[in-house]
C-alpha cells in the first residue's frame, strides 16, 4: 500500500471509529436520574418523554398484569411517549434487590415503581430504600385524592409523608355458596356455629399469608376492637394481653376447623382453590369483588356471595412508591399520575373490580357517571356498604407480633 493511501486509510478509520463510539455513547445515555425539586409537571413529562419505566410488583393476578400491559402501557405511551416495563416480583425480592443495591452504593438501580404497603412501606422507608415526598407534584394527586383522609396520611399506622401515593383500596370480604349454606355469619359468635354445622369445611390461610394475617386481624376486632391498637406499643406481652380473648375464640375454633386446625393452607390461593372445589364452605378475600370476576371466570358457581361482619371488616388502600435509587424518577412520578387519574381509576374499577382510590365528592358529576355505571357484578356488595363497614389496619410494627403470637398460641391447639 502507497504512503499516501496508507495515511488516507488510518484517518477514515478514525474519523469511523469516533462516529461510532458516539453513536454507542448516544444509544446507551442514560436517563436522568434526579429531578429538580423545583420542576413542575410539565417539566417533568418533558424529561419523561421516550423513557422507560419499570414497575415491580407481584405478578400473581392475571387480570392486573393484563390490565397494566394493555390500558395503562397504551394510555403511558399515546399520551407521554413512555413504555411501560411491567416487571413480577414477589415484595420480599424487591426489597432484597433494594437493600443489595444500596449496600453496594449503586446509585442507578433498576427499579422506578413499587407495588407496596403495610409493613413492607414501613421497612424500605425505614431503611432509606425509597425516593422522599413526591405526591405534591402530582396534579391529579392535589384533585382528586382526600389528602386529608387517614388512609393517605397513614399506611398500617406509620406516616406516609408523601413517599407513596394510592393504587387501589381494598377490603376483608368473606365468602359463601348459598346454594351450599344459606346462612353468613354476622360475627364470630355465628362463625363458630357455623364451623361446628360444617365441620372440617371452613379454614383460612396460615399465617404470614396477607389474607390469613388480614381475617385473623378481622375476628380481633370482633372481639376486643380495634382503638386500642392503634397507639399500642411493638411490645409482645402488651400485644399478647390484648389479644388474649381472640387467642382463645381461634383454639376454641380449632377442633371444627379443616384438618382441625392442626394445620392450615399454605396460602390464599390454596383456600380459594378448596373452596370452588367444594371442600370448603368458606372463603375470604382481601378482593372486595373478588367473587364477581371468579364467577366471571368460571371459578366460583353462579351462586356465591360475599359478605361482611357487622362490625366491620379491615381494610387497607395499597400504594405505589419509587425507589432511592431509581433511574427515571420523572418517568414514575407522570405514571403514578395517570394512575391515579379519572380514567384509569375508573378503568381499574370496571375491569379489576378494585375499590378506587379518587375521592367521590372531588368529581365532577360527568365523572361520577364513570364509576356509577360500573357493574361490580354477581354476589358483590355496593361499594357504600362496605366503605361503611370498613375498619383501619393495625400498626405495621404490631403485624408481625401478631402473626407470631398465632403460630405459638393458635396452631395445633
Same mark, same amino acid.
Not at 394510555?75 to 443495591?101: F, N
Not at 370448603?280 to 371466570?297: D, F, H, K, Q
Given at each position: 500500500m502507497k504512503k499516501q493511501t496508507f495515511t488516507k486509510f488510518l484517518i477514515y478509520l478514525m474519523v469511523f471509529a469516533l462516529v461510532a463510539l458516539t453513536g454507542c455513547s448516544n444509544a446507551a445515555a442514560p436517563v436522568a436520574k434526579e429531578v429538580n425539586e423545583n420542576a413542575d409537571f410539565d417539566a417533568?413529562?418533558?424529561? #419523561?418523554? !421516550?423513557?422507560?419505566?419499570?414497575?415491580?410488583?407481584?405478578? !400473581?393476578?392475571?387480570?392486573?398484569?393484563?390490565?397494566?400491559?394493555?390500558?395503562? #402501557?397504551?394510555?403511558?405511551?399515546?399520551?407521554?411517549?413512555?413504555?411501560?416495563?411491567?416487571?413480577?416480583?414477589?415484595?420480599?425480592?424487591?426489597?432484597?434487590?433494594?437493600?443489595?443495591?444500596?449496600?453496594?452504593? /449503586?446509585?442507578?438501580?433498576?427499579?422506578?415503581?413499587?407495588?407496596?404497603?403495610?409493613?413492607?412501606?414501613?421497612?424500605?422507608?425505614?431503611?432509606?430504600?425509597?425516593y422522599g415526598s413526591f405526591t405534591d407534584k402530582l396534579p391529579n394527586y392535589d384533585k382528586y385524592i382526600d389528602q386529608n383522609s387517614e388512609e393517605n396520611q397513614y399506611d398500617f399506622g406509620y406516616p406516609i409523608e408523601g413517599y407513596e401515593a394510592p393504587y387501589s383500596k381494598a377490603q376483608m370480604v368473606l365468602i359463601n355458596d348459598s346454594a351450599v349454606t344459606p346462612e353468613t355469619p354476622k360475627n364470630t359468635e355465628e362463625l363458630l356455629v357455623y364451623a361446628k354445622k360444617y365441620p372440617g369445611k371452613v379454614t383460612y390461610p396460615a399465617l404470614p399469608d396477607f389474607t390469613g394475617s388480614a381475617f385473623v386481624r378481622t375476628i380481633i376486632y370482633d372481639i376486643v376492637g380495634y382503638e386500642q391498637f392503634m397507639t399500642m406499643e411493638a411490645d409482645k406481652e402488651t400485644v399478647k394481653a390484648a389479644i388474649l380473648p381472640a387467642l382463645e375464640y381461634l383454639k376454641e375454633l380449632n377442633p371444627y376447623?379443616?384438618?382441625? !386446625?392442626?394445620?392450615?393452607?399454605?396460602?390464599?390461593?390454596?383456600? *380459594?382453590? *378448596?373452596?370452588?372445589?367444594?371442600?370448603?364452605? *368458606?372463603? *375470604?378475600?382481601? !378482593?372486595?369483588?373478588?367473587?364477581?370476576?371468579?364467577?366471571? #371466570?368460571?371459578?366460583?358457581p353462579k351462586?356465591?356471595?360475599?359478605?361482611?361482619?357487622? /362490625?366491620?371488616t379491615v381494610g387497607n388502600t395499597n400504594y405505589i412508591a419509587i425507589a432511592a435509587n431509581s433511574p427515571n424518577k420523572a418517568g414514575a412520578m407522570v405514571a403514578i399520575n395517570e394512575i391515579i387519574s379519572v380514567e384509569l381509576q375508573a378503568s381499574q374499577f370496571s375491569e379489576l373490580k378494585d375499590l378506587p382510590v379518587v375521592a367521590y365528592d372531588k368529581l365532577t358529576a360527568e365523572e361520577k357517571t364513570k364509576f356509577d355505571s360500573v357493574d361490580t357484578g354477581k354476589g358483590t356488595l355496593p361499594q357504600d356498604e362496605l366503605l361503611a363497614k370498613r375498619l383501619p389496619e393495625m400498626p405495621a410494627k404490631l403485624v408481625p407480633i401478631i402473626e407470631e403470637i398465632w403460630l405459638e398460641e393458635v396452631v395445633g391447639q
Open positions: 417533568l413529562v418533558a424529561q #419523561a418523554k !421516550g423513557t422507560t419505566v419499570t414497575f415491580y410488583g407481584w405478578g !400473581g393476578d392475571e387480570l392486573r398484569n393484563k390490565w397494566l400491559d394493555t390500558v395503562v #402501557a397504551s394510555t403511558l405511551k399515546t399520551k407521554y411517549d413512555i413504555t411501560l416495563k411491567r416487571v413480577p416480583m414477589d415484595i420480599d425480592q424487591i426489597l432484597s434487590q433494594l437493600s443489595g443495591e444500596k449496600q453496594a452504593g /449503586k446509585e442507578e438501580g433498576s427499579i422506578d415503581m413499587i407495588w407496596i404497603n403495610g409493613e413492607n412501606f414501613f421497612s424500605a422507608k425505614e431503611n432509606g430504600f425509597l376447623l379443616w384438618n382441625e !386446625g392442626k394445620t392450615f393452607p399454605a396460602t390464599s390461593s390454596q383456600v *380459594m382453590n *378448596m373452596f370452588s372445589d367444594g371442600e370448603l364452605v *368458606m372463603n *375470604m378475600s382481601y !378482593g372486595p369483588y373478588s367473587v364477581a370476576t371468579s364467577i366471571e #371466570a368460571g371459578i366460583y351462586t356465591a356471595r360475599t359478605f361482611l361482619f357487622d /362490625k366491620g
